[in-house]
Nanobody, 125 residues
Framework: QVQLVQSGGGLVQPGGSLRLSCAAS????????VAWFRQAPGKEREGVSCINPSDGSTYYADSVKGRFTISRAHAARTVYLQMNSLKPEDTAVYYC??????????????????WGQGTQVTVSS
């Protein structure tokens, strides 16, 4: 059984940084892509970034490109999302997801079938 457990998140001032973690069990990250999504109140779930298992290639939504970095630690079965230069519009619940395609943007939530529990990120002064 696939389980994704998220950690990190919280409240940060504009311009600050946060790191989200997504620890996987029941699957090996050597074979499955992992993506990060976010959902703000009243908005659809948006694909933020994904990372491929085979070559580590990554994709980012235009809204976060240059500010967010996705990475993975195989031994720890963990994928990270480092978020820098945070803006109030980055405020949302962030989810990690696995077992889906990571080939281009946009990254579609409907393509992924295993999800973390979500974590709140609030960017506010």
């Amino acid at each position: 059984q696939v389980q994704l457990v998220q950690s990190g998140g919280g409240l940060v001032q504009p311009g600050g940084s946060l790191r989200l973690s997504c620890a996987a069990s029941g699957i090996t990250l050597d074979y499955y892509a992992v993506a990060w999504f976010r959902q703000a109140p009243g908005k659809e779930r948006e694909g933020v970034s994904c990372i491929n298992p085979s070559d580590g290639s990554t994709y980012y939504a235009d809204s976060v490109k240059g500010r967010f970095t996705i990475s993975r630690a195989h031994a720890a079965r963990t994928v990270y999302l480092q978020m820098n230069s945070l803006k109030p519009e980055d405020t949302a619940v962030y989810y990690c997801a696995a077992i889906g395609p990571c080939r281009s943007t946009p990254i579609w939530a409907a393509d992924f079938n295993s999800w973390g529990q979500g974590t709140q990120v609030t960017v506010s002064s």
